[in-house]
């Protein structure tokens, strides 16, 4: 398989980025281990859209990596997204039609035959997303990436189960974690 793993892991006042190209890293020489191939973007180096509206064509599955900042991800991502997927070959409308009132809105993305997966490192701890009495409510990571997703819906893509790191400054376990996310990628692709 073809994958595109696009770093959203950048540096804030000349700081960051190294726990994302960790986890870049770290899912590349587990996929290159089962036989895919794999290419990345880091955000941080900025981009060419034509060469990445070919990266996201050619690739069968998407893989976001990035840290959770101020409830999302970084703005370069958001940047991108705006730059990148609005291309032909990627997006061609919102699937609506005046001659066809059946069309539905969010169902004209073009690439409906690929799936994406969303990775995320977070200082907060997994209690703040999965009890309901505290920060995030009991919504889960999906719920907090909720426009991310629907997102990738909007142009196609099919959603595989996301990952999270958690508590990484105050009550770090990074191999562990790292440990997770191999076999996260092995359930999925190996």
Not at 29 to 44: P, S, Y
Not at 63 to 71: A, C, R, T, Y
Not at 138 to 154: L, N, Q, S
Request: charged fraction near 25%.
């Amino acid at each position: 398989m073809n994958f595109f793993i696009i770093n959203a892991g950048c540096r804030h006042f000349g700081r960051g980025g190294t726990l994302s190209k960790t986890f870049v890293e770290t899912a590349r020489e587990t996929l290159e281990g089962f036989g895919h191939e794999v290419v990345v973007t880091n955000l941080d180096d900025g981009w060419v859209i034509e060469d990445e509206v070919k990266k996201i064509l050619a690739a069968d599955v998407v893989i976001v990596q990035s840290p959770g900042w101020w409830m999302s991800p970084p703005w370069q991502f958001k940047k991108y997204e705006d730059e990148v997927f609005v291309q032909p070959g990627i997006s061609a409308g919102d699937g609506r039609s005046r001659h066809d009132p059946t069309k539905r809105y969010g169902t004209g993305g073009q690439l409906k035959n690929k799936r994406y997966l969303l990775s995320s490192t977070w200082n907060a701890p997994l209690e703040a997303f999965t009890d309901q009495d505290q920060f995030f409510e009991g919504r889960g990571i999906d719920g907090v990436w909720m426009p991310v997703h629907k997102t990738f819906e909007f142009i196609g893509m099919q959603r595989l189960p996301s990952f999270m790191a958690n508590d990484v400054f105050k009550n770090p376990t990074i191999p562990e974690d790292l440990e997770r996310w191999k076999k996260h990628l092995t359930e999925l692709f190996g």
